[in-house]
């Protein structure tokens, strides 16, 4: 067992991240009045230990040291309360309450995807939390489920989503580990604007609010691809596209959390309350006025009007990015892209060149190579030197725990698997102010896969399912198998032939075409004759 300064001993790792290890770990004295939590010996805590790149970054230890009061004020029942900041020699600590539950990454990949309301309300207490650290000026900037730790989901049916490594973005991408205009994310959720170096503000993490809801009710973020370039070529370039089994309110939603331009993005707060909304209006037990207010939630998704900035990207007219960024163009198909790949450096403008930078196209750990850009505008980097990107990506590789995209079987979606449409009673007709619980009011439900799902589903007025339709054995055409070609083609001149040949003994007869034309023979006889004629011409003509 190791301590951690005086007051902590790590006992076993809980996990390894792309910043550091995490450890539970034992309280073994009272913490002094420096930590927010003091603790009780004997207490288990949680404790990050960043990694020795970061420690050993003295922009790192200024900025950890600085933010430390910022990071321990942090309180909210959705956000994992950081207890104390060791820094120790070489040696740099977040110490943390333990939550003894999975992430969300994690939970999604053993439980598949939750229903939409489900979706709806735990992204709803994200949104609170983001609500929180928005308004103390804190962005996340690194959202996605594998930084929700879900409190509660032992079974008892309530889950509690917690969101972790607050500011842990912010301490990684300082300048001396990362160049000017880098960014610090992963690809899969990262906004438009990080992705392009350009400011940044709290609306980086409502985009990522979009990206982890769309997770959470299809088992796999909307961008997908390849290699990093490709999944940031997505986010700049490409709508996601919706998933038939979205009721409209939800999706409205996402689409605004998702939108290009940071401020269309709604506000955390008001996320939260569209969110809730749209939770009781698209329930079976949804009164009239609910389904109203849900479909009328794009009114209630009013943009921040004084987002949080990030430091040093431009956002808050400060030294980093800048409005005057043209917008890159990234070259694709480099590299390779492991869709869980952990929080990342990604060099966004500038850099040391493809070629001779350590680690190129040829490594298969690199997410994403140097931009063949002007040179680093940033700190002093050691050109030789590998870049911090890529001993992340190493660490990346090293890790336990894989995301792996989902792709769910539509017969084993609990989405589709939904209960067959009875003929319900009509919305109108139901009690309009019966007492029940609105679907917000209740917590969101572990989904249980490979179970019917509970009926808290959205139903577009679609018709009810038909019955699928026997399928009919293809008629026999003839009894002869045998096909001949062009008999088709043969029968149908035949017929026409013996039409014509009628019709024009009709006309022969019935007419007085016969009196007309000077002779009063039948009609047979005629042919007889004119038959009689054209065989002597032939002959004549044979001499
Ligand atoms: N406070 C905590 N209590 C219990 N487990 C935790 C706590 N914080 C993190 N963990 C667990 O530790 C593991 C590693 O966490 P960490 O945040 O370092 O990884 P990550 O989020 O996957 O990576 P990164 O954010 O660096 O890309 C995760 O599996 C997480 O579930």
Redesign the pocket.
């Known amino acids: 067992m190791r301590p951690v300064g005086s007051k902590y001993l790590l006992e076993e790792p809980?996990?390894?991240?792309?910043?550091?290890?995490?450890w539970?770990a034992r309280q073994r004295e009272t913490a002094g009045a420096e930590a927010a939590v003091a603790g009780e010996p004997g207490e288990t805590v949680?404790i990050?230990v960043l990694k020795e790149e970061l420690a050993h970054d003295a922009d790192v230890v200024m900025r950890f040291l600085r933010e430390r009061s910022v990071l321990l004020r942090l309180a909210h029942p959705n956000i994992?309360r950081t207890r104390d900041l060791v820094v120790e020699g070489d040696l740099l600590a977040l110490v943390?309450?333990?939550?003894?539950g999975?992430?969300l990454?994690?939970y999604l990949r053993d439980n598949g995807p939750f229903s939409p309301v489900a979706a709806a309300l735990l992204t709803a207490q994200i949104a609170d939390a983001l609500a929180a650290s928005h308004a103390d000026g804190v962005v996340h900037r690194?959202l996605?489920p594998?930084?929700v730790?879900l409190a509660g989901s032992d079974g008892s049916g309530e889950m509690h989503p917690m969101l972790?490594?607050f500011g842990?973005a912010r301490l990684a991408d300082s300048p001396g580990l990362t160049r000017t205009h880098e960014f610090v994310g992963?690809p899969a959720y990262v906004a438009p604007e990080s992705a392009e170096g350009r400011p940044q503000t709290s609306a980086v993490d409502i985009y990522g609010a979009g990206i982890l809801l769309y997770e959470l009710v299809t088992g796999r973020p909307p961008f997908a691809g390849a290699t990093a370039l490709e999944v940031l070529h997505r986010h700049l370039s490409e709508e996601p596209r919706r998933p038939s089994t979205l009721p409209e309110p939800l999706w409205t939603v996402i689409q605004r959390c998702l939108s290009k331009r940071p401020e269309e993005r709604p506000s955390a707060e008001n996320l939260a309350r569209a969110l809730r909304a749209v939770a009781s209006g698209i329930g079976p037990h949804a009164s009239p006025a609910q389904a109203e207010a849900a479909l009328g939630v794009a009114a209630l998704l009013a943009p921040d009007p004084a987002p949080a900035t990030v430091p040093g990207t431009g956002g808050d007219g400060g030294t980093g990015g800048g409005d005057a960024d043209p917008t890159q163009v990234l070259p694709s198909g480099a590299g390779s892209y492991d869709p869980a790949a952990?929080?990342s450096v990604l060099p966004s403008t500038g850099g040391q060149g493809g070629q001779g930078a350590p680690g190129g196209q040829g490594d298969p750990t690199r997410a994403m190579p140097p931009m063949p850009m002007g040179a680093p505008a940033g700190g002093p980097q050691n050109p030789d030197g590998p870049h911090p990107w890529e001993s992340q990506m190493r660490a990346?590789r090293d890790?336990n725990?894989q995301t792996q995209v989902q792709y769910l079987d539509p017969t084993e979606d609990p989405l589709r698997r939904r209960p067959q449409r009875q003929p319900a009673p009509q919305r109108p007709q139901q009690p309009p102010y019966r007492q029940q619980p609105a679907p917000y009011q209740q917590q969101p439900q572990a989904p249980q896969r490979r179970q019917e799902p509970p009926p808290q589903r959205y139903e577009p007025q679609r018709p009810p399912a038909r019955e699928p339709r026997p399928r009919r054995e293809p008629r026999p055409r003839s009894a002869n198998p045998m096909k001949i070609p062009g008999l088709g083609c043969l029968k149908g001149c035949l017929f026409t032939i013996i039409l014509l040949f009628v019709a024009a003994w009709l006309i022969w007869e019935l007419t007085p075409l016969q009196e007309w034309i000077g002779t009063t023979r039948g009609f047979f006889s005629q042919i007889g004759h004119v038959f009689t004629s054209v065989q002597h011409f032939v002959q004549k003509l044979g001499g």
């Open positions: 809980l996990g390894r991240g792309a910043t550091g290890t995490v539970r949680a990050k994992v943390m309450d333990l939550v003894d999975p992430d990454h994690r690194d996605k594998a930084n730790l972790t490594d842990i992963t952990a929080t990346a890790r725990e």
